[in-house]
């Protein structure tokens, strides 16, 4: 039995490499089916796409960043939250929508990261993003003026400590779960 469970993972492994060299390929329907493989196969694939989100092919890095928003995995967020400040704007939209589907680990990902790299115009845009479109539900005074210091990049200097006040609210749980 140990056998075959080795096997199979060996051809899950071929196959993974197979899909990873495929969503580098120049024809738009081999990339987008490679895609939906490798998300169905889940979180056995982020490492493999983590390898091809610094790729210098814009739309290597787009196909990996899709492919780990659509898993959904916690695993991706470090990818995700460093891929915020890819040069690509539909690269950094990409991530945004991976974070809001990873609803409250994305949240507490992005106050993490602003309380540390507040200076990032790039990564306060992708916040933005983020704490919008997730605070629709929660409806958060604290996250709409963490939005809105946002929208004013002269008063970054509060984003710290707006988004430390939202994450210490998280942890004691005032923030509704979603």
Not at 30 to 55: Q, S, W, Y
Not at 95 to 119: C, F, H, P, Q, S
Request: a negative charge; hydrophobic letters at 45%.
């Amino acid at each position: 039995m140990q056998a075959s469970k080795k096997s199979k993972s060996r051809i899950n492994k071929h196959s993974i490499e197979t899909l990873i060299k495929d969503l580098m390929s120049d024809d738009g329907v081999v990339r987008n089916k490679a895609r939906l493989e490798l998300v169905e196969m889940g979180e056995c694939t982020i490492d493999f796409l983590a390898e091809l989100v610094n790729n210098s092919n814009d739309r290597v890095r787009w196909e990996a960043i899709k492919a780990m928003g659509e898993i959904k995995s916690t695993f991706a967020i470090p990818l995700l939250i460093d891929a915020l400040e890819d040069e690509v704007s539909s690269v950094r939209w990409l991530v945004a929508e991976g974070l809001i589907a990873l609803k409250n680990e994305g949240i507490r990902a992005i106050l993490e990261t602003l309380i540390e790299r507040k200076e990032s115009y790039l990564l306060r845009q992708g916040a933005h993003h983020v704490l919008h479109d997730l605070n629709k539900k929660l409806k958060d005074d604290k996250i709409a003026e963490l939005i809105s210091l946002l929208e004013h990049p002269e008063v970054h200097v509060r984003i710290p400590m707006i988004a430390k006040q939202v994450l210490d609210d998280m942890m004691h749980g005032f923030l509704g779960d979603q």
